[in-house]
């Protein structure tokens, strides 16, 4: 039985017409008058961290940790800034799987599996009012590498419901080739749901344990027996 669901958020659970991508824009051209370079980098299941060093490298600044955190300061005003300027919501079912999963007999931990740094998760989440349905998350600020977010996510769980969790009894729901990934590195299962940048065919290649259009499409009791 599955005892925690683990959610990535842009493109699985909200889009933000670009948001995330512009205010990384609009904070290293604030910091660093830098205003290139952004188009060149992909962002899909990435950490914001690991993002933010390939931003600083291309423009051969050292990351330091102080300029780190000065421009994450930034980023999350401007992405505070945007989220009400652009064209986003939540995406197809999530509400109705988030009821559902909630009314199981037994119904497991909701928590957060994303490449945003917390507080980015945060303002985009409150944003949406999807932010009190979950109990803990494991973020960008974290680790670089998705990865080891799925292992913090992991052991992060398990000490919460005071149990070692092992993989078969986590589920990972995403919509990027590296969210399959990382569930594979701690054998959870995965749903995979092709509403971000990525086919139903193209995440189906990497073999997850559920493929899916759209959340819709998706029982909260099927997925969670």
Known sequence: MIRIVLFDVDGTLIYTGGAGVKAFERAFATVYKREKGMDQLSFAGRTDSAIARDVFRHHEIEPTPGRMREFFDSYVFWLDHLLDKLDGGTMPGVWKL???????????????????????AEIKLRYYHLWENFEFGAFGDEHEDRNQLAIVAQERASRLLQKNLAGEQILIVGDTPLDVACAKTIGARMLAVASGGHSWEQLQICQPTWTVESLREVSARAICE
């Open 98 to 120: 988030l009821r559902d999963l909630q009314a199981l007999p037994q119904p497991p931990l909701l928590g957060l599996l994303t490449g945003n740094i917390q507080l980015a």
